[in-house]
């Protein structure tokens, strides 16, 4: 008997190192409920936008029931592994009030906002939120970007309220909303205040706006959480 329990003991010894030190809750911001993760000790905060309709469906103990397919939150752990604060938002969620709530916990905030939530995005800047920095993943971006009525640039109206932005965008993303051609007028347009990382490859399949096709960066995962989470 002894010797299973010490073989136990010694077994999860080895198996905690690797494991990840980090625990999910259930927060309630400006009335909205979101999704708050925190590693022991983050060294940044990043906040994620998920697209579509934005409706993570949060639970009751940091659990979500919606949007679980999204790119952004099916990799937010992988954030959390890499020593930042992560905080999943609702479409519901004040971005200002998000923003200073991160900032209470550590500096330097970034916003990671991905299709849909790219307006979101740009609204919540718009209406006086101030991330340290912004990413832009498969962005509705620029009137090229295709037929939406409304994108990051008609939104904002002018480059000197976006924060250092990285665009990350998939070369054959097929989306008739987030289209190839609507990054590099966005970044002319930004002066200087955003720049562009390429990606190639991946999985293509389903719906070309849905989360399996190239617009949700499916098997590049780990490239676009490297970037996000590297950029300040």
């Not at 971005?95 to 991905?114: C, F, G, H, N, Q």
Request: proline content about 6%; aromatic content about 6%; hydrophobic content about 45%.
């Amino acid at each position: 008997m002894m010797k299973r329990i010490c073989a136990a003991f010694f077994g999860l010894i080895a198996i905690l190192p690797n494991a990840p030190a980090f625990a999910a809750e259930t927060v309630t911001i400006a009335g909205s409920r979101a999704v708050l993760i925190m590693p022991y000790s983050p060294r940044a905060s990043v906040i994620l936008m998920p697209g579509s309709d934005g409706a993570i469906l949060a639970g009751d103990h940091g659990d979500i029931h919606g949007l679980n397919g999204n790119q952004l939150v099916r990799t937010r752990d992988a954030y959390v592994a890499r020593g930042l604060a992560v905080l999943v938002v609702d479409v519901g969620t004040n971005l200002k009030s998000a923003v200073d709530y991160m900032a209470e916990i550590k500096r330097p905030v970034t916003v990671i906002a991905t299709s849909a939530g790219t307006w979101r995005a740009a609204e919540g800047i718009a209406r006086g939120a101030r991330p340290d920095a912004l990413v832009l993943t498969s962005g509705i971006l620029s009137p090229e970007s295709g037929p939406a009525s409304r994108n990051v640039e008609s939104i904002l109206g002018s480059p000197s309220a976006l924060p250092p932005t990285l665009v990350i965008h998939h070369r054959y993303d097929g989306c008739n909303l987030t289209r190839p051609s609507g990054v590099d007028p966005f970044i002319k347009w930004a002066s200087g205040r955003a720049r562009v990382s390429w990606l190639l490859g991946g999985v293509n399949q389903g719906n070309p706006c849905y989360a399996d096709a190239y617009h949700g960066f499916k098997g590049l995962d780990d490239q676009v959480v490297d970037l996000a989470a590297g950029f300040r």
